[in-house]
């Protein structure tokens, strides 16, 4: 039987300053150059930059949201969703209606997180504006983030598809190196457990890192277990590493986090490369768990 290995590379990891810095930045790889915070609660578009091994502070940006504030739950209720989306695309905003301004960022709203808590909609943008009414209110969207056309011209280049985060939060929050350097241990040690439980087919230690109420693609837990036992008895021992890891926090759900990853299995047919999405939730007793999983 093949030797079983699970690696968790953390020599590309990228390590915050220490000082204090958005709660939700836990740790960037090197292909994330820029993460985005919006606090709405201020009105201001936060960009966060890493270079050298260091997130810095970079532009605050004036901008608004949606007519309802934020908390979208539903398709067309003007209110913008909180929470860790991502950059999937960039928009020719020449062909569509004005009031989008000089380009558009669709973020991938409704995310796994918000499919599982039943939310709906969809079209959530960072867009511009109509040119000659800026700056909007700052509750003036359906529900999309709308800033000045000079100054998202000016960050048009930092918004990169399917690699860019845009974190969405009611008001921004700060965290010290300190708490920051705890939960990157705890979240990389459970990500490489989760790993490694694949690698070596052990189901007992795999399913042990998932939360009673994990849902997966409408499947009850029983048969979601079913079907990954059947993988591991398929595949058997494998190869597995784990590359470009990302850890944030979620601005709005207390304890829950986010881990991003490219994993690559090795197997008798040869490697199979995937981007992987981990919903981790820290319970009562202290123990992460995965509430929810997608790719992408």
């Keep these: 039987m093949r030797l079983a290995a699970a690696f968790l590379m953390l020599a590309s990891m990228t390590a915050v300053a220490d000082t204090e810095l958005p709660a939700y930045v836990i740790e960037l790889p090197d292909s994330v150059q820029d993460v985005f915070v919006a606090d709405a609660g201020n009105a201001i578009l936060y960009r966060f930059e890493h270079e050298n091994d260091v997130l810095t502070a970079g532009e605050e940006t004036y901008m ?8 979208k739950d539903r398709a067309w209720d003007q209110r913008t969703p909180l929470g860790i989306y991502f950059v999937v695309d960039q928009l020719d905003t020449s062909r569509l209606h004005e009031k989008y301004g000089v380009t558009a960022f669709p973020l991938d709203y409704p995310n796994e997180w918000d499919r599982q808590n039943e939310r709906s909609g ?3 943008w960072v867009h511009g504006v109509l040119p000659g009414e800026e700056p909007r209110p700052p509750f003036d969207t359906d529900g999309c983030l709308a800033l ?3 100054e998202l011209t000016a960050l048009e280049a930092r918004f990169v598809p399917l690699v860019t985060p845009v ?8 965290m ?10 705890d979240l990389r040690d459970v990500v490489a457990r989760w790993a490694s439980s694949i690698a070596e087919a052990d189901l007992h230690a795999y399913l042990s890192l998932y939360a009673d109420d994990f849902a997966y693609r409408g499947m009850t837990t029983g048969e979601w277990a079913a079907l990954r036992l059947s993988n591991f008895e398929q595949t058997g021992a494998v190869e597995v590493a784990i590359e470009d890891l990302l850890l944030l926090a979620d601005p709005e759900e207390d304890a829950l986090f ?3 990853f490219r994993q690559t299995t090795v197997g008798e047919n040869g490697p199979v490369v995937r981007m992987k999405r981990l919903y981790w939730r820290r319970g009562d007793d202290g123990e992460l768990r995965i509430v929810a999983e997608d790719n992408g």
């Excluded at 608004?64 to 908390?71: K, L």
């Excluded at 010290?176 to 990157?184: G, P, T």
């Design 148 to 150: 000045p056309n000079e």
């Design 122 to 124: 969809d079209g959530i």
């Design 167 to 174: 974190i969405v939060t009611r008001e921004i929050e700060w």
């Design 258 to 260: 986010l881990s991003r």
């Design 176 to 185: 010290s190196d300190e708490s920051r350097a705890s939960l990157r241990s």
């Design 64 to 71: 608004s949201v949606g007519q309802r504030g934020v908390g």
